[in-house]
C-alpha cells in the first residue's frame, strides 16, 4: 500500500495532483487548493493559517488524516499490482497424493500454457493462482509472490487484485448497454477519459467478435462469443491486474490469436489453459497437468515455433470450412485444402 503520509510529507499539492488526478477531488472539496503548490503538502499546511483550518472544522493532523483515507479509498491498485515482478508455483500433490516435482517462476510479459485432458485439473491449477494458495487448497500448491509466500494480510490486500480472470461463462448481472458497461467500467478503475475509452475497448472487442455488434447492445443480449470478446477487450485496456487468468477461450467464436496479442501487449503475466495447439504453442513455456499433479514444464522449442505458422494455415482451413458451413456453401475439398495465398475467399 502506498504510504500517503509519506506522499503528503514529500510531495507538493501540485506533484500530488499530477500523480494522482483523483487528489484534485479532496482539494477541491476541502477548499486546499490555495494550499502552496511548490512545497510538500505537509509543510504547506503546517503553514498555512491555523484560523483557516479552524473555519474548515480541523487542524493538519486532521487535513492529513482525511487525505490519506479518501487516497486509500480511492485510488486505483494499478501501481500496487505494478510491483509484482514473478510469481512462483511450489508444487504440492496430485490427486493420489504424489508430490509434484515442480517449481515453476513467471516473470511479467511471458505466457504459460496449461495442457491436459479434460478433468486433469488445469482449472484448478488457475483456481490455485487466483487465491494465492497456501497448501490450503485440494492440490497442496503454495505461490510465492516476488520469491516470498505472501502472509494473510498481503493475501487479502492483493485478492481480487493481482489476477483478472477470464472463466468460460459469463454472466452479466446488469442489463446495461454495452457503452454503459464499458463507460462505468472505465468511470470505476479511474481512466482519464472514460468515453473514449469505452470507445476503444468496444472498438477491439467488435474486432475480436466473430459477429459484429453495436455499442447500444444490451449486455444481456450478447451472443458467447460477443461477451467473451467484450471480457478480453475490458481486461486488457482497464484491468490493471498483472496477471491474467484464462480458461479455455477456444470455442468462443473469437479471434484467439488476435485476443492473445491483446492481452500480452502490456507486461502481464498470462496463464492460459487450452487444449487448442495453437494457443499452447504460442506460449513460452506449457504445464502438463496429469491426474491433478505438474507431471512436466515444457519450453516451446524452435521446432515447435516453426510448425506453429503449419498449424496456424490449419486452423485457417478450418475457420473457413466453419464459415462456409455457416454461409450455406457446399463444402468442396479444392476449395479449402489449400494455403492461404491461394485462398478461394476473394474468388
Ligand atoms: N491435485 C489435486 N488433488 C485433488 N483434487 C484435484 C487435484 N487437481 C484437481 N483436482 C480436482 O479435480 C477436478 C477436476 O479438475 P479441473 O481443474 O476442473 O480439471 P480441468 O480443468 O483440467 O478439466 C476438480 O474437482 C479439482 O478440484
Ligand atoms: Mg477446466
Known amino acids: 500500500m502506498t504510504d500517503f503520509y509519506d506522499l503528503a510529507e514529500k510531495k507538493s499539492v501540485g506533484e500530488i495532483r499530477k500523480l494522482y488526478p483523483i487528489s484534485g477531488d479532496f482539494f477541491d472539496n476541502m477548499n486546499l487548493s490555495a494550499l502552496a503548490e511548490d512545497v510538500p503538502m505537509a509543510d504547506a499546511l503546517e ?42 508455483i511450489v508444487g504440492g500433490h496430485d490427486k493420489n497424493g504424489m508430490p509434484e516435482k515442480a517449481e515453476l517462476t513467471v516473470k511479467p510479459g511471458e505466457v504459460i500454457s496449461i495442457v491436459g485432458p479434460t478433468g486433469s485439473g488445469k482449472s484448478r491449477l488457475l483456481g490455485d493462482i487466483e487465491c494465492m494458495a497456501q497448501g490450503d487448497t485440494p492440490t497442496g500448491r503454495r505461490i510465492r509472490i516476488n520469491g516470498e509466500f505472501p502472509d494473510e494480510e498481503t493475501r487479502f490486500e492483493l485478492e481480487g487484485r493481482l489476477v483478472a480472470q477470464l472463466s468460460q461463462n459469463m454472466n452479466f448481472v446488469m442489463d446495461l448497454s454495452v457503452r454503459d458497461f464499458l463507460q462505468m467500467h472505465a468511470k470505476s478503475r479511474f481512466c482519464e477519459d472514460p468515453e473514449s475509452v469505452a470507445e476503444q475497448c468496444y472498438a477491439c472487442a467488435n474486432d475480436l467478435a466473430g459477429e459484429a455488434f453495436d455499442i447500444s447492445t444490451k449486455v444481456t443480449q450478447l451472443s458467447g462469443g460477443q461477451s467473451r470478446a467484450l471480457m478480453i477487450a475490458d481486461t486488457a485496456y482497464m484491468s490493471s491486474s498483472p496477471v491474467i487468468l484464462i480458461d479455455e477461450i477456444e470455442n468462443a467464436g473469437i479471434d484467439r490469436r488476435q485476443a492473445i496479442s491483446i492481452l500480452t501487449r502490456q507486461d502481464k503475466i498470462v496463464f492460459i489453459s ?56 457446399q463444402i468442396i475439398p479444392g476449395h479449402f485444402a489449400v494455403p492461404a495465398a491461394a485462398s478461394s475467399d476473394e474468388a
Not at 59 to 85: H, K, N, W, Y
Open 47 to 88: 503553514k498555512s493559517d491555523p484560523e483557516w483550518l479552524q473555519e474548515l472544522g480541523t487542524d493538519t493532523d486532521g487535513v492529513l488524516e482525511q487525505f490519506c483515507e479518501f487516497m486509500e479509498a480511492l485510488t486505483s491498485p494499478q501501481e500496487e499490482t505494478a510491483l509484482i515482478r514473478e510469481i512462483t
Open 274 to 329: 487450452t487444449h487448442d495447439p495453437m494457443l499452447a504453442l504460442s506460449a513460452s513455456k506449457r504445464i502438463v497437468i496429469r491426474n491433478g499433479g505438474i507431471a512436466k514444464v515444457m519450453e516451446t522449442t524452435e521446432e515447435e515455433r516453426a510448425s506453429l505458422s503449419v498449424i496456424e494455415e490449419l486452423d485457417d482451413t478450418i475457420m473457413r470450412i466453419r464459415s462456409m458451413l455457416r454461409a450455406g456453401e
